[in-house]
């Protein structure tokens, strides 16, 4: 079945993706099988979009779709029969029928691991979820996320300015940002290489409540399992690690104080017995491999001009003799953001980009909601 064929399944009324999924798994024949093994209501408008297209409803999906896709060579429509089509998701019980993307498909391939935590997290549950997805990137392993404010922003930035893939899967269309305030990552997502947003929603959707659980599913379905770094016991990543061990998918989670109400959801997740401890990417890499060894390329460095000449952090790694004073003294333990910054030393923006990232590689900085931070040092 072509891309034409999947947009009218996943339009047909009454139907559903569990609904639709149940019916692929008997292998009908495109469209007679379809025909006689649809409810009466679906077969009627699938029959008259065959005889009349022009007549059909469903025709205006296809059209609309079209339309969307000739804006631009990063557009996709993603289905089964697509090449690029990431099979784990069929292991699901109610995967989309179509996906739009929006982005670099290359981001699709190799392995994956969702990384999800709360909106509000501490600075160490923000420095902890750029350490893990750098050093994903730099395994390479793709970061699987929300591109929801906190840990899911922290981590995909963390990713991409590492030179390595991470996937946003959106609540809403792939040309909606929500968050709004998290504008520059949707660019960062749509427009550098190793980037891609996902969603099962035609472009032009808005984000509603009840997107964002069938989101999850995705997210955690897209991935070989999940980190989850910090979340309260009412969290919305407690979701996403229902969904993973449904799924049967390992989960992760990182250790956190008992006094941290931001981490008493993964303690308790740790006390129940449904997750994996984990201290570092090693130790996740060493449990998924018994399962998905097929998955888990050698080991990888990634290229990227910014790494190439980074040193490797160090306990007592000293000030980079390049980078002005200045730069660190306008840090402090409270966010800073990039054009304070930009404004105190001098620099261009780009070139402050750069020593923060060379800074934060070697454990001085950290960034979080709001700007940059100095990091305590031992």
């Known amino acids: 079945m072509d891309a034409q064929a999947w947009l009218v399944v996943n339009a047909l009324p009454g139907m559903g993706a569990l609904r639709i999924a149940q019916l692929v798994a008997r292998q009908p024949q495109w469209p007679e099988g379809w025909l006689a093994a649809l409810p009466s209501r679906a077969a009627s408008e699938l029959r008259l979009w065959l ?134 990552l949707y660019e960062q997502l749509s427009r550098q290489p190793g980037g891609l947003l996902l969603s099962e929603h035609p472009p032009g959707t808005r984000a509603r409540p009840a997107f964002f659980p069938r989101r999850n599913r995705i997210v955690t379905g897209l991935s070989l399992g999940t980190l989850v770094v910090e ?35 993964c303690l308790s997740l740790l006390r129940k017995g449904s997750a994996h401890l984990a201290c570092s990417v090693d130790d996740i890499i060493a449990d998924l491999g018994h399962w998905a060894e097929a998955f888990i390329p050698p080991e990888v460095t990634i290229q990227h001009p910014l790494l190439e000449t980074a040193k490797k952090p160090t306990k007592e790694a000293p000030l980079p003799e390049s980078l002005p004073d200045s730069l660190l003294t306008s840090l402090s333990a409270t966010p800073t953001p990039i054009d304070t910054l930009v404004a105190a030393t001098g620099t261009s923006v780009s070139d402050c980009q750069q020593r923060l990232l060379m800074l934060e590689l070697d454990g001085w900085v950290s960034q979080q909601a709001g700007g940059w931070v100095r990091l305590p040092r031992p």
């Open 231 to 265: 979340a309260t016991e009412r969290s919305g990543s407690l979701v996403s690690a229902r969904l993973t061990l449904e799924q049967d998918r390992e989960l992760f989670v990182l250790p956190g104080s008992l006094h941290n109400v931001q981490a008493r959801g």
């Open 51 to 184: 005889e009349h297209p022009t007549r059909s409803s469903l025709q205006k999906v296809i059209d609309e779709t079209l339309a969307w896709q000739q804006g631009g060579p990063s557009r996709h429509v993603l289905h089964r029969d697509h090449p690029a089509w990431p099979k784990l998701l069929n292991e699901l019980p109610d995967p989309p029928v179509v996906l739009w993307a929006l982005g670099d498909l290359g981001a699709l391939e190799g392995p994956k691991l969702a990384m999800v935590g709360t909106r509000r997290p501490t600075g160490e549950g923000t420095h902890n979820a750029q350490t893990f997805a750098r050093d994903l990137a730099h395994r390479g392993w793709c970061v699987v996320s929300g591109m929801a404010l906190g840990v899911d922003g922290v981590a995909q930035r963390a990713a991409l300015n590492a030179g390595g893939r991470t996937i946003g899967v959106l609540g809403c269309g792939v040309d909606v940002i929500y968050p709004a305030s998290n504008r520059d």
